[in-house]
């Protein structure tokens, strides 16, 4: 398998702009997980999702953000508009149920800068 | 979850110890990541809340959930291990992972 797969690697765009972050979890994960890592706040939950179904969006951190999950190997998470605060690196990561391992894989990440 | 020392440098071949600590003592499980400059994590080990330690290679790992506590010992440390490590507190049955802020770790040749 090729892993957690995100796209972009790398955004760059003006405030204002609507950006969509897009992630293919590893196939047969049934956990999809999105975090937001900046200096200031390290390593933040935003949302994760059991078999396509949001199931805690607690972290997401205004109206401006949304996620989507519309089957199992494929999300998106969209932010509109954005703003310069919103510039961090963007984690999605999978994992495989919750009894036994609960090992979660994670992507490479998307850089997003928001000028 | 804090994990102390923030960053730490060390001469090739030293054994070293990295700490992280919670409050809840009602977690489901503890993960230990390494994290690479510009990339993701990558998972190093996971110890239930019922297990004290998981050992892979040079990497053990031990969770002391009394006191709050989680180390991760590297033997005999090489270059090559120069990243940095973050632990992740499992709560809700392990789904939700709380992050510390890591550890940067260089190993000097």
């Known amino acids: 398998d090729a892993g957690v797969i995100q796209s972009p690697r790398h955004e760059v765009t003006e405030m204002g702009q609507e950006v969509t972050l897009r992630c293919k979890p590893i196939s047969g994960h049934d956990y999809l997980f999105w975090y937001r890592q900046t200096m200031m706040r390290g390593l933040e939950l935003l949302i994760y999702?059991?078999?396509?179904?949001?199931?805690?969006d607690s972290g997401m951190p205004e109206d401006r953000f949304s996620a989507k999950m519309p089957n199992a190997s494929f999300s998106t998470l969209k932010i509109q508009p954005s703003e310069p605060r919103d510039s961090a690196v963007y984690f999605c990561?999978?994992?495989?149920?919750?009894?036994?391992?609960?090992?979660?894989?994670f992507g490479a990440g998307t850089r997003l800068s928001v000028l | 979850v804090t994990q102390i020392p923030a960053a730490l440098s060390v001469p090739e071949g030293e054994n070293l110890v990295l700490n992280c600590s919670f409050t809840d003592s009602a977690i489901y499980n503890l993960q230990w990541f390494r994290q690479d400059p510009g990339k993701g994590l990558t998972s190093l080990l996971l110890?239930?809340?019922?297990?004290r330690e998981q050992t892979s290679g040079r990497l053990n790992a031990s969770l002391d959930k009394s006191s709050g506590r989680s180390t991760l010992y590297i033997a005999a440390s090489q270059p090559g291990d120069s990243a940095t490590y973050l632990c992740?507190?499992?709560?809700?049955?392990?789904?939700?992972?709380?992050f510390g802020p890591g550890t940067r770790l260089s190993v000097l040749p």
């Open positions: 110890i239930q809340s019922s297990q």
């Open positions: 990561a999978s994992s495989l149920g919750h009894r036994g391992a609960n090992i979660q894989y």
């Open positions: 992740a507190v499992g709560e809700n049955y392990g789904q939700n992972f709380v």
């Open positions: 999702f059991n078999n396509n179904v949001p199931i805690d």
